[in-house]
């Protein structure tokens, strides 16, 4: 099990623009601009970006399900494609700590709509940050062979894996070692949190899926790569 924490997130660039562009058609005024700056310093100031991640030997994949070595079984007809091919898997929790959820929480409770939405989309921005660098460095040590490669990365609660996988993805890795748990409906807590799996194996073998993205039908998220 790799536990990193104090991770140093490159914040330099428009945090959140693009992102809060999409969400109000494409325009910023001023007003929001300036907002903007400030609360990126706020949310900068309130992150405390966690990963915690571990390597499992693949058994088998039979149907819709994945076997581990473990014992452990993720099932779903993605997932079971996304891995088949691979020989290992990493499965990851990363979070941007609980600070953050206090934040929007609070602000949200004091009736600052559009404060919330610019601290929720700065914070998304850094969500997707934080996923590129744990993806940097667990590609480093599941990519074992000169020959390998890695898969696209997959999440519970993404087209065709149902959100209750979360829970086998917690019994195979200890969220709470970085400060995140499961509530009754399977979301993490805090809010600003990513779970989920990359295959590792010949690159002749493995999926060759670019991005989720693709094997999901819905056009018109603004979250879609
Ligand atoms: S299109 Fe949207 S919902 Fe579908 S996998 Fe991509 S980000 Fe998720």
């Not at 452990?72 to 996304?82: D, E, F, R």
């Not at 600052?112 to 996923?131: E, F, H, K, R, Y």
């Not at 996988?165 to 499961?182: H, T």
């Amino acid at each position: 099990m790799t536990i990193l924490k104090d991770i140093k997130l490159d914040t330099s660039g428009n945090i959140g623009k693009d992102f809060l562009k999409s969400l109000m058609g494409g325009r910023l005024n001023p007003q929001i601009e300036r907002m903007l700056e400030e609360k990126k310093d706020i949310c900068i100031k309130n992150i405390s970006p966690k990963i915690i991640y571990e390597i499992f030997k693949i058994d088998k994949i039979k149907g819709n399900s994945v076997y581990f070595n473990s014992g452990h079984i993720l099932n779903g007809p993605n997932i079971s494609k996304i891995l088949k091919g691979s020989e290992i898997t990493a499965i990851f929790i990363f979070t941007l700590g609980s600070g953050i959820d206090d934040m929007i929480e609070k602000t949200s409770s004091d009736g600052d709509t559009l404060a919330t939405i610019i601290m929720d989309s700065i914070t998304t921005s850094m969500l997707t940050i934080l996923g590129k660098k744990a993806g940097e460095l667990i590609k480093k040590e599941g990519i074992k062979k000169d020959n390998w490669s890695s898969t696209c990365t997959y999440s519970p609660g993404q087209f065709k894996w149902t959100i209750e996988e979360q829970k086998e993805i917690f019994n195979m890795v200890d969220g709470s070692r970085i400060g995140v748990k499961l509530n009754k409906s399977y979301l993490m807590i805090p809010f600003k949190s990513i779970s989920g799996v990359y295959g590792f194996g010949p690159k002749d073998k493995i999926d060759k899926t670019r991005v989720a993205c693709d094997i999901c039908p819905r056009k018109n998220c603004i979250g879609r790569r």
